[in-house]
């Protein structure tokens, strides 16, 4: 079956750059999305269609896609983006895949 | 407001069935894809199933896991989509989302347990 990886964690200070890969190779062909998702909260989508940012979230967001492996970045980081990352795809058919998620720890 | 909200939760026993909702309001509801995402509890999330918009077919989608024993509709008119749920397992313990992607609901627990 299709599957996304992702690092179980990341950790960094504030103000420093955190980086998320997501691997998968059908990547190439196939729009991600990325989710954050704090304690008890529902997923925010934070980036869609690899590198675009929805109304509302902060600029420091960013997405960009390379091959079978796309990465969201968090510039200059904050105590509050510490949350669970999630990447997702979906087949032609609409079936969503998820990566397996990645702890943002924030130091 | 654009939102989603789940209701139908609770605790069920092995074998037993329930059927959750979502009812949406802000958008046109008649136009989208809703899915249905769970998270079991400490994991990750897992796509459940989807359903088209009417448009499209309104043909369904499951994983593997429910597939044969979940089913997704929706009712345009109110709009609001459903998950009929039968056959319940332990491993169906879950937070229940519905999601067009952009927006989620908050979640529903439905939790499966003698």
């Known amino acids: 079956s299709y599957e996304l990886t992702q690092p179980p964690s990341v950790s960094v200070s504030p103000g420093q750059t955190a980086r998320i890969t997501c691997f998968g190779d059908?990547?190439?062909?196939?729009?991600v999305y990325w989710y954050q998702q704090k304690p008890g909260q529902a997923p925010v989508l934070v980036i869609y269609e690899d590198s675009a940012r929805p109304s509302g979230i902060p600029e420091r967001f960013s997405g960009s896609s390379s091959g079978t492996t796309v990465t969201l970045t968090i510039s200059g980081v904050q105590a509050e983006d510490e949350a669970d990352y999630y990447c997702?795809?979906?087949?032609?058919?609409?079936?969503?895949?998820f990566g397996g998620g990645t702890k943002l720890t924030v130091l | 407001e654009v939102q989603l909200v789940e209701s139908g939760g609770g605790l069920v026993k092995p074998g037993g069935s329930l059927r959750l909702s979502c009812a949406a309001s802000?958008?046109?509801?008649?136009?989208?894809?809703m899915t249905w995402v769970r998270q079991a509890p400490g994991k990750g999330l897992e796509w459940v199933g989807h359903?088209?918009?009417?448009?499209?077919?309104?043909?369904?989608d499951y994983a593997a896991p429910v597939k044969g024993r979940f089913t997704i509709s929706r009712d345009d008119s109110k709009n609001t989509l459903y998950l009929q749920m039968n056959s319940l397992k332990t491993e169906d313990t879950a937070v229940y989302y519905c999601a067009t992607g952009l927006i989620w609901g908050q979640g529903i627990l439905v939790t499966v347990s003698s």
């Open positions: 997702q795809s979906a087949d032609s058919s609409g079936t969503w895949v």
């Open positions: 359903i088209k918009n009417n448009t499209d077919g309104g043909t369904t």
């Open positions: 802000g958008f046109t509801f008649t136009n989208a894809w």
């Open positions: 059908k990547l190439p062909k196939q729009y």
